[in-house]
């Protein structure tokens, strides 16, 4: 694993969780980078998502990120509580507010605690280096383990690096979960080509999951490019495309691996249907469904909850659905719906519902 040219990162404890563990986090470009962000859904969302809309088209020195508080619900002066503290890291770096992202995930209607944070940020910025191990720590909250991925691009003139990091367990849902993911790179095109491969490989891995189905305040995917390696040639392009789908996907699987109490990782593969947005309703419609999910859970193949599933968002099938289970008692499960309704697929990834999910949750607060 190599952290990208022109990044360092770093992660502290600095008091917002009651444990030692990291809970601060610093990505940090050594001159100014260009980010594509994607945000949730939810229309009551979090200040630290209000601010990053604000500034995402800027020139971007630092992201600062926050685990233990979502820093979203409490008052008007939430998001000027929100702009003192990337202000405050705006001035230590010497840049301007408007250069700073910041993403928060954890409780919701606590306020983010601005003193403690920005006492921590001159241990923040002096740890400042090239190792991810506290900055991927420092992201997390429910979640068992950390998420992340390296790609190397070798192209005609040196090669490109992709590094990514996620956190995600509970409250995952397109738009995207509880879910935070900063892809760093070295490599950029020019024009609005490169914001469409970010967007279609958001679409096929971030877009494409689901843990219960709820969409969250808060989340947030950034990738920053350093811009040290600009693609020209159409192989270069194309390799590198493969190399940022197969970094985002394999941190999409890895939230739903880690999903909140999940004993097993399921893949809905729908065939068959009218098109795209068809195949992906088709999916996300038997993946965020709780008697599926009980039922896989329990290992019994009832596919008639994938027929009701369907029906329920209005796909109708009129008998002729073809549906196939891998083996309900392994880890991984395939399941193939073949809606024969057209030609177009779709994958989402998804988990089951166990008692671990329901203990999680009756207790997070």
Not at 13 to 27: A, F, H, M, T, V
Not at 29 to 51: E, M, Q, R, W
Not at 67 to 93: D, P, V
Request: hydrophobic letters at 35%; proline letters at 3%.
């Amino acid at each position: 694993m190599k952290i990208p040219e022109g990044f360092t990162i770093s992660g502290i404890n600095c008091g917002i969780k009651r444990k030692s563990e990291p809970d601060l986090g610093l990505i940090c470009a050594d001159k100014f980078a260009k980010a594509i962000g994607f945000f949730t859904g939810n229309v009551n969302p979090s200040y630290s998502v209000s601010l990053c809309r604000r500034n995402i088209n800027n020139p971007i020195k630092a992201v600062l990120v926050n685990s233990g508080n979502a820093n979203c619900y409490l008052s008007r002066n939430g998001i000027k509580n929100t702009e003192k503290i990337t202000g405050a890291l705006a001035k230590k770096l010497g840049v301007k507010r408007e250069n700073i992202l910041i993403a928060s995930t954890g409780i919701i209607g606590k306020k983010l605690p601005s003193a403690r944070i920005t006492a921590a940020f001159p241990g923040l910025i002096d740890n400042l280096g090239k190792s991810g191990k506290d900055f991927s720590r420092s992201i997390l909250t429910t979640d068992t383990t950390e998420k992340v991925s390296y790609a190397h691009c070798p192209f005609r003139k040196g090669g490109g690096h992709i590094l990514g990091f996620a956190k995600g367990s509970g409250m995952i849902f397109p738009n995207m979960g509880t879910m935070l993911s900063f892809i760093l790179t070295d490599v950029y095109t020019e024009g609005k080509a490169f914001r469409k491969l970010i967007k279609e490989a958001v679409g096929e891995s971030f877009n494409s999951i689901s843990v219960d189905g709820c969409t969250s305040t808060n989340d947030t995917v950034l990738l920053l490019s350093s811009k040290r390696k600009l693609l020209k040639y159409s192989k270069d392009i194309k390799e590198f495309s493969q190399k940022i789908k197969k970094v985002f996907t394999e941190l999409a699987k890895k939230v739903v691996k880690d999903g909140e109490g999940a004993t097993k990782f399921i893949t809905v593969h729908i065939k068959g249907a009218r098109n795209k947005t068809e195949a992906r309703r088709a999916g996300f419609c038997i993946a965020n469904n709780p008697l599926f999910k009980c039922a896989m859970y329990g290992e019994n193949p009832n596919w008639g909850r994938i027929i009701s599933a369907l029906g329920q968002e209005g796909i109708k099938t009129e008998d002729k659905a073809k549906i196939n289970f891998s083996s309900l008692k392994r880890k991984n499960i395939q399941i193939k719906v073949d809606l024969k309704r057209g030609s177009s697929e779709w994958k989402v990834y998804t988990c089951d519902f166990s008692p671990g999910y329901i203990k999680i949750n009756a207790e997070y607060s």
